[in-house]
């Protein structure tokens, strides 16, 4: 198939999408959607889940993409690693439990001194009252502090003009495999 034909039958897998939830994405449904919100009225929702990173093993999840040569003689043994993730997200801490949806995007271990990591996802909710919609989560990870506060700068679907925290605590961690299990509590205000 040459590249007109991949671009016809990915713009038919496009329109045949269904809308978030009775949401239409249209640019003329979002420009509507703008107009309305001066009548629109602030929600503020609560979720809570757990994220599964699996670096190693079975079901792996999280991805080294890059690395610099000096990342295993740095302080902290992996300043400068990039991983790329699509993480479950559940209802409950384990594995087989409900899954909500996948945190999607990538880390890095940005601290030199300290482990600490740079985050950039999406968590794309894919079942319940949430499917189709999103949060953007653009933060800080200070993986050894108790509780993580981290900013929500955004979403979509539901989620439009999110904006929120996201506390993060880790649930359980492997020191032999370094997959952990994180549990976070979101309160975003959206529309």
Sequence with gaps: MGAVGTILVL?????????????????????????ELGRMKEKVTKIHFYLHDTVNGNNISAVEVAGANITSQTPTANFGSVYVVDDPLTVGPELNSTILGRAQGMYAYAGIQEVDIQISWNFV????????????????????????EMPIVGGSGVFRLARGIATAQTYSVNITSLNAVLEFHVIVIHY
């Design 125 to 148: 909710f894919t079942s319940g009252k949430y499917n189709g919609s999103t949060l953007s989560v653009l933060a800080q990870d200070p993986i050894f502090h108790t509780y993580r």
């Design 11 to 35: 713009c038919s897998m496009v329109i045949a999408m269904p809308t978030v939830h009775g949401i239409d994405e249209s640019p003329q449904a979002v420009e509507k959607w703008f107009e």
